[in-house]
């Protein structure tokens, strides 16, 4: 069974200039969420989508948005990027929704660098 | 979520059991215990996670006290590619849970 594949792996952006990150679960997944990783501020909850719907949010600015499509793929999209949004962002699937107390698997990750 | 202390780095070494504590004392009597690890560049892996029983599986054991106020998780046999961030975390479920994690312990094992 093939893994939580997240697309790019790495990217460089200016300030100001918008991003889309894509993220594809494990088969038959319906739930995807959305981490952001930084050496200061470690990992934190983005947001969670179960089957097309926003489930939950983390403390981020409206700059950060998601959706989910029918076949369980997901995108981010920042806009207006800044230099801290560098990160290294995350996205895990798992067959429930994520509050249920089930395991959810990580991709490998997209690495941002904005200069 | 309750809020979770552990130790900055420890060490091991290879072929030994690897104990990494975890301290939760605000934990809530619904909150589970996760423990999840990261081997650098590469995103979390899921290891185990428990509520008050002592839980095992095929990569570690999670050890809960019965106050629930710390647990230990026990890398039997652990081995080079055991090294990595290893974070302890405390949730709950439902649709406002907010999965938050720490710094977690760098745990080296060394040959």
Partial sequence: ?115 | DAKTTQPTSMDCAEGRAANLPCNHSTISGNEYVYWYRQIHSQGPQYIIHGLKNNETNEMASLIITEDRKSSTLILPHATLRDTAVYYCIVRLGGSNYKLTFGKGTLLTVNP
Avoid at chain 1, 35 to 49: A, N
């Fill in chain 1, 1 to 115: 069974k093939a893994g939580v594949t997240q697309t790019p792996r790495y990217l460089i952006k200016t300030r100001g200039q918008q991003v889309t990150l894509s993220c594809s679960p494990i088969s038959g997944h319906r739930s995807v969420s959305w981490y952001q990783q930084t050496p200061g501020q470690g990992l934190q909850f983005l947001f969670e989508y179960f089957s097309e719907t926003q489930r939950n949010k983390g403390n981020f600015p409206g700059r950060f948005s998601g959706r989910q499509f029918s076949n369980s793929r997901s995108e981010m999209n920042v806009s207006t990027l800044e230099l801290g949004d560098s990160a290294l962002y995350l996205c895990a699937s798992s067959s429930r929704p994520a509050g249920d107390y089930n395991e959810q698997f990580f991709g490998p990750g997209t690495r941002l660098t904005v200069l």
